[in-house]
């Protein structure tokens, strides 16, 4: 899945003399080898993700132990290769939790494609590098180099965290960068919420984001189990956060689609992604839709929004033999079908 080197890690294999001279903390947007290719030409990067699904299949390479999470543990490193992610605002929080694990004089990179906002690391880098360098730019890719000029601020969370409200739901929703609906409830969500109805027993919240579907069948249905999984670290602290800031408790676990959830569910509930990186990224809401009803208890449902304009009633027709479409606008349609 991940063993062809994209444009952007082709580029950076031109420059493994400046990148391997030291072991580099590298983060940001993963999808290759790279990690492999630099342990092989100098010493073992060390790798940290908050993508669940790169941090499984990184794992497996002996060489490199990647860690997962919001955030990267506390310990030293000797410099910095960011992997510019998708969201300007991520970029900046990366920064903000990895910086500080560096020494004055560390050597800072920064690589992108050049349609993914990698033209920023300037600006991005100016409140902590004195100079900025482009070192290279090739396969439609750049690679910036700086060095770290001044002591990077602790990290702080709280700094990172904004909140806005939803009145109707009387709920007060945290977000972090870079996670799906950040700044206010998106019209599929909401669409899916004046939709859902009553529901009872175990519910999952599949790809949770900062949690606005879980919190608000919690407050609709106090009686549930809710399980809420996602593959981001980012959106899984989010709705931790979301949960603790309106008093709802449900179980959060990071999963690659529905790999590790145990036992059947009373209902499947999802706003699913559809993009990724700068690519149309459709597979995990494919994988879902077909492997769904075995996760489901008889007569238990698969409840989700998705763009109008998206083929998915046809794979939920293939998988459960039929599919109500409960509600649409001009953009999005609430699916639903019964195991």
């Known amino acids: 899945m991940y ?24 983060c940001g947007l993963l999808e290759d080898k790279l990690p ?17 699904r790169y941090f499984q299949w990184l794992g497996s390479c002996a060489e490199i132990t990647p860690e997962f999470g919001h ?37 800072v990179f920064i690589a992108g494609d050049n349609k ?11 409140p902590y590098c ?30 990172w965290t904004k909140e806005y409200r939803l009145e109707q739901e009387q709920l007060t929703v945290c977000t972090l960068p870079g996670v799906f609906s950040a700044e206010h409830l998106d019209a599929g969500t909401q669409l899916l919420l004046n939709n859902a109805g009553t529901l009872q027993g175990r ?19 106090p009686a549930i189990t809710l399980e809420q999984i996602d593959i981001s670290a980012l959106a899984l602290e989010a709705s931790r956060q979301t949960l603790a800031r309106n008093g709802l408790q449900a179980n959060l676990y990071p999963s690659d689609g529905l790999s590790e959830t145990e036992g059947r569910f009373d209902c499947i509930i999802s706003n699913p992604p559809f993009h990724a990186g700068l690519k149309t990224f459709y597979s995990t809401t494919e994988t879902l839709l077909k492997e769904a009803r075995h996760y489901l208890k008889p007569g238990g ?28 606008n001009g953009r999005f349609k609430i699916y639903r079908a019964r195991a």
């Open 71 to 107: 955030a990267p543990a506390g310990k030293t490193a000797q410099g910095l290769l960011l992997l510019m992610p998708k969201a300007k605002a991520e970029a900046e929080y990366l920064l903000a939790a990895c910086l500080p694990l560096l020494s004055t004089g560390a050597p």
């Open 203 to 221: 519910v999952l919240d599949f790809g949770c984001g900062a949690g606005v579907i879980g919190a608000s069948l919690l407050k609709r249905n």
């Open 36 to 52: 492999q290719v630099l342990a092989e030409h100098g010493p073992a990067p060390r790798v940290f993700t908050t993508d669940y």
């Open 3 to 26: 063993e062809a080197l994209t444009s952007v890690s082709d580029m950076l294999s031109r420059n493994l003399d400046i990148l391997c001279r030291q072991p580099l903390l590298v």
């Open 130 to 159: 004195a100079h900025v360098t482009k070192v290279d730019s090739a396969r439609r890719a750049s690679l910036y180099q700086a060095e770290l000029t001044q002591p990077a601020s602790p990290f702080n969370l709280s700094d």
């Open 116 to 126: 993914g906002g990698v033209k920023s690391a300037p600006k991005l880098l100016a």
């Open 301 to 328: 449902s698969l409840l989700l929004v998705a763009n109008a304009f998206l083929p998915y009633p046809e794979l939920i027709e293939q998988s459960f033999g039929g599919c109500e479409t409960l509600a649409a």
